[in-house]
């Protein structure tokens, strides 16, 4: 099995706002000295893991991100018959087993059951929480220290296997992330713009008012996105305690969601919809590198997923000439060339 697993993606989004900074503008970078629109690697990772492609095709093998999973576990207590102060007191030593608590209010007892950090929690682990859960209101009694022993090394969790965990309070339960995801940039320089729009009043007759009933702006950008991702497939495979069969499931959901879906910031204002235009993958035992260089003198020709691909290409066939070769074996897929498709992508990635 070769070890690594590299895609590299172009997609182009029409007007958009997917990725908000906290004034509610469009990510950006600075590239090569030219603003770019930006996409960060947390909210694709969060977009794909969540898709319906991603959650559809691996069932039972997607954890769970929370700091509110005491709260559940106290409620399921309340409504198999315990009392409240003993499910409190059993839950805390159950959600304090993913992190540090804390502090509950005497008006809200049950907020000293939230975890303090978001913790992610494989499907397994939360069924271990559950039955430990009934078993304890079954029993009336409370936890063993061996039943609190409700972490695990490895993962049937996909997505965590492939982001990665970190407990702060339990580093010996971390998991190291086996993909890493590079923030998306367009090729080509861009400039935000504002796009400013009125409501009317349904049941204004403007007789007297002829004003809007609402007016206000929003912030928006177009253009060409280069993705870059890297997976060590040893990490996966390890972190899925050696299910080959759960690693290839898995490659073929994230690259199948990394190529069709997008995310979800402002869709309902601009359906900026997209599929990958471009994907080339490449496996090899060599050590991993971006292509991001094509892109750090901007596009600016008239056809820029033209121009963008051969700027990929070329720039990958260079590397492999002064490096010698990068990959051992590769695929591309170029929808404005109609070469190639989704389906071989996907194949090549589980082989």
Not at 222 to 243: H, K, M, P, T, W
Not at 267 to 287: H, I, N, P, W
Request: aromatic share 6%; proline share 3%.
């Amino acid at each position: 099995m070769k070890k690594y697993l590299q895609l590299h993606l172009l997609t182009a989004y029409p007007p958009s706002n997917l990725n908000r900074d906290d004034l509610g503008r469009p990510k950006t970078a600075v590239v090569g000295g030219r603003t770019r629109l930006r996409i960060s690697s947390q909210c694709l990772k969060r977009t794909w893991r969540t898709s319906p492609v991603f959650k559809e095709s691996l069932a039972d093998h997607v954890g769970i991100r929370t700091k509110e999973l005491g709260r559940q576990v106290f409620e399921r207590m309340i409504s198999a018959g315990a009392s409240k102060k003993d499910a409190l007191e059993w839950t805390a030593l159950i959600a304090s087993q993913f992190g540090k608590l804390k502090k509950g209010k005497e008006e809200d007892p049950g907020q000293g059951l939230e975890i303090e950090q978001l913790a992610f929690f494989s499907p397994s682990e939360v069924q271990a929480i559950e039955k430990l859960a009934d078993q304890l209101v079954d029993e009336k009694r409370a936890p063993s220290e061996d039943e609190l022993n409700l972490l695990r090394k490895t993962t049937n969790a996909v997505d965590v296997a492939m982001f990665g965990r970190m407990l702060a309070d339990k580093p010996g339960f971390n998991i190291e992330a086996a993909v890493q995801v590079a923030h998306a940039i367009t090729v080509h320089e861009v400039a935000v713009e504002d796009d400013f729009f009125t409501a009317v009043d349904d049941l204004n007759k403007r007789d007297e008012n002829l004003g809007a009933g609402h007016m206000g702006s929003v912030e928006f950008g177009a253009g060409l996105f280069y993705q870059y991702i890297c997976v060590d497939r040893g990490l996966l495979l390890e972190n899925l305690d050696s299910d080959a069969q759960l690693a290839a499931k898995g490659l073929r959901a994230l690259v199948e969601a990394a190529a069709k879906t997008s995310p979800t910031g402002k869709q309902s204002t601009f359906a900026s919809r997209a599929y990958a235009s471009v994907v080339l993958a490449e496996k090899g035992d060599q050590q991993p590198r971006s292509l991001s260089l094509a892109f750090l003198e901007p596009i600016a020709g008239r056809n820029p997923l033209k121009d963008a691909t051969r700027v990929l290409l070329e720039t990958r066939a260079k590397m492999d000439g002064v490096y010698g070769a990068c990959s051992d074996e590769h695929v591309l897929m170029d929808v404005a060339e109609g070469t190639g498709s989704l389906h071989e992508i996907l194949s090549f990635v589980a082989e």
